[in-house]
């Protein structure tokens, strides 16, 4: 049975454009020249940080010994051993990215994800920061974060990166992180340093999926959940409860040895009637909800594993409903 964690990260950036003037017979710039100067570098710098899609296509380094260039948000390149058939992988994290002025020039950096896999069991993870140089896309500067780690939540505070993970702890076996923790970084020039969170590590619990409630976004990979009904769950010490599209449910959790495993109970719930396509979905959550072996965390939302009829493994993908405005 295998475990759902991947994740990458990557971004940072900022321009100067600098003119200079010629000095003739000695005299100064007029102040025509200086406006012109001006002019010229106003249009050049853009209007905001990079875009995922532009980042999708730029030349990130740090990950290997020469810079990889992405195509569509994606690199693979030749194997390392010209024997073998694994070759290095690198692609953007989808949909994550943040904003912010990092280096206080007033211009915004874009941080994003990047996960690298050379074939063997482990799945890197990079953050990289991404601006401009003049009107051309830079890689600032790309810094690891780690095997295998969870994305839980992610932000900029202030000039700091700061990234809610769930790491190997010690005492973890590389498949099974069990420790949670925040990371955090600044851009100092053109390198980004790892720095104190000043928030202490904890173990990975289900007191940690408490507070939000998940809405299902998908009953496995590439299998979206509708927008309606909402399918939902939440989480309280030993015991979870819902919405499944039709009723209300709840039931008991328990955890297992391993950080991560979980034990899903009988559920209860109400009784009523609704169209046949609603009850369809709704028996197909409750189901595999039944079937969850562990949870863990993708790219800031919950990944709840179930085990299907065939021994293989699916994923429904949850999203914290933002607090209303």
């Known amino acids: 049975m295998t475990r759902n964690t991947t994740f990458r990260l990557l971004f940072l950036t900022g321009f100067v454009i600098l003119s200079a003037g010629f000095l003739a017979c000695g005299q100064a710039d007029t102040p025509a020249e200086d406006e012109s100067a001006e002019a010229m570098t106003v249009a050049t710098q853009p209007a ?112 700091k990166i700061e990234l809610d993970v769930v790491q190997t702890g010690p005492e973890d076996a590389a498949c099974c992180p069990g420790e949670m923790a925040t990371l955090a970084w600044t851009l100092d020039g053109d390198t980004l340093n790892p720095v104190e969170s000043g928030v202490e590590t904890t173990r990975l619990s289900v007191a940690a999926l408490a507070g939000p409630e998940w809405v299902l976004t998908q009953f496995d990979r590439n299998d979206p959940a509708p927008d309606e009904p909402e ?45 046949p396509e609603v009850m369809d979905l709704e028996n197909r959550y409750r189901q595999k909800l039944e079937k969850v072996v562990s949870y863990g965390f993708l790219n800031r939302q919950l990944i709840l594993t179930f085990e299907k009829e065939d021994g293989d493994i699916g994923a429904l993908l949850f999203t914290p409903r933002q607090p209303a405005e």
């Open 48 to 159: 905001g940080p990079p875009s995922l899609d532009e980042i999708g296509n730029a030349t990130i380094s740090g990950i290997y010994d020469e810079p990889v260039q992405l195509q569509g948000g994606k690199y693979e390149g030749e194997p390392f051993d010209p024997d073998g058939a694994s070759r290095p992988t690198v692609g953007l994290v989808e949909d994550f990215i943040l904003t912010g002025d990092l280096d206080g020039d007033g211009a915004e950096e874009a941080v994003t994800m990047l996960w690298e896999t050379s074939g063997g069991s482990g799945t890197f993870t990079y953050l990289a920061a991404m601006g401009y140089d003049g009107s051309d896309l830079a890689n600032i500067s790309t810094a690891e974060i780690g095997d295998r780690v969870q994305l839980r939540d992610a932000r900029i505070s202030g000039d």
């Open 231 to 275: 399918i939902t769950v939440l989480f309280e010490e030993d015991r979870i409860a819902g919405g499944s599209g039709c009723n209300r449910y709840m039931g008991t959790v328990t955890e297992g040895e391993m950080p991560g495993d979980l034990t899903v109970g009988m559920l209860a719930g109400t009784m009523m009637a609704c169209p």
